[in-house]
């Protein structure tokens, strides 16, 4: 049985060489199969291999700024009610991206592409009061962002519960079957790699597994306008809500959908057919 948020989080890590499992130590941790080791930096995160797929997009790289990092949050909590068109609370927002996941037992989550840990905060400081383990990991590109993540994480009293790593998420360090929940928001618009995101999330997830996103997609008039100038200018994806749903229910079983305007919050679970391989072999 883990005992505390740490150990659940090393025993569902898998070695990026050979899938093996970690040996945790203070700076450190080493795989038991093949030897390698994945250091820690000084603010506590877990550097596995983050070398992006593809060449950094605009949106990309302006996220390695530390000052984009400072100013994130300023923006993010009023960033729904700017992309939906009407007033959206940060808690309207969580209560509709954690209402699907599974409570209780041992639980890990994963706050994928975090940035500053906007959403993995927010569960965690959900769930303090329950009695179950439970731990959130969050990955990102950005060094910057994640280490402005772990800051408001020890201001917040949830640094103990969470777990930084510095991780493409199209390679995720995570044993298959190992995640009872991923949340993603904004972030599908951004990968240049989305489908096969999707893929290593259903491979991440355990059969109780619930992944659940919020994106934005195509709106009419000048909101659409303004969107394909962003998109253009800032290497992002933006589709009609129909295409978006396609791709997300090619990989999930969905369990709930709703739209805010241009804003798609999607749930599902993983169809039996997925492949659970690890290194991913998704293309
Ligand atoms: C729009 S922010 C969304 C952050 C967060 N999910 C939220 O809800 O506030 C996008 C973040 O995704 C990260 N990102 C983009 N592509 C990524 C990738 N392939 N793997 C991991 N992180 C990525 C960026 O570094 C940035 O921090
Ligand atoms: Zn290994």
Redesign the pocket.
Known sequence: MPESARDLAVQSLACPSCGGSFLDGPDSICCRQCGRTLPFDDHGILLAS?E??SP??P??RV??WSL??RG??GW?RR?LSLMSGGPFSPEREWHLLFGELPFGGASVYL?????????GRALARSLVTTQAPYVVIA????IP?LRRAAELARRDGVAERMFFIH????SLPLRSGSVDGV?????L?????SQR?LQEWARVLSPRGVVSV?LQTLASGWRGSLQRSLARLLGLTIEPADRARERFEAVFHGLRELSFGPVLFMSGQRRASTQNNYPSQAA
């Open positions: 983050a992006a797929k950094l997009t949106a990309q996220g390695q984009t990092a994130y949050e993010r960033a706050d994928n592409a975090t940035a500053t840990g906007y959403l990955n990102d590109l950005s962002m991780a493409d998420s199209g949340l993603c928001g904004g972030t618009n951004e990968f240049t790699e995101v919020m």
